[in-house]
Nanobody, 115 residues
Framework: VQVVESGGGTVQPGGSLRLSCAAS????????VTWYRQRPGEERELVAQ????????LYSDPVRGRFTVSRDNTKNMVWLQMVNLKPEDTAVYLC?????????WGQGTQVTVSS
């Protein structure tokens, strides 16, 4: 599987964005998908995760209640809906798809929250 992120951009505080993670290849429904973000000079941070068939999700404390992760395995897509964005959400957002045998990363999409 390969994944490509899109949907980043610049928004004002309080705004919204929806990031997309598009997968190609076979067996996407076997992959757990995790969104990470990384700010310059900082460690990569887990933001949200969704299980292979979408039955379970988890969120980091800073984004819980503001971000929602979802997927449609018929379309090989995962989305991260982000609302009430804050300046501290500014980062490169990366999508990871993982099984026990394979891990795929995208190149990332920049999200900037600034007035």
């Amino acid at each position: 599987v390969q994944v490509v992120e899109s949907g980043g951009g610049t928004v004002q505080p309080g705004g919204s964005l929806r990031l997309s993670c598009a997968a190609s290849g076979f067996g996407f429904s076997d992959y757990t998908v995790t969104w990470y973000r990384q700010r310059p000079g900082e460690e990569r941070e887990l933001v949200a995760q969704i299980s292979a068939v979408g039955r379970s999700t988890l969120y980091s404390d800073p984004v819980r209640g503001r971000f929602t992760v979802s997927r449609d395995n018929t379309k090989n897509m995962v989305w991260l809906q982000m609302v009430n964005l804050k300046p501290e959400d500014t980062a490169v957002y990366l999508c990871q798809a993982r099984t026990g045998l394979d891990t795929a990363w995208g190149q990332g999409t920049q999200v900037t929250v600034s007035s």
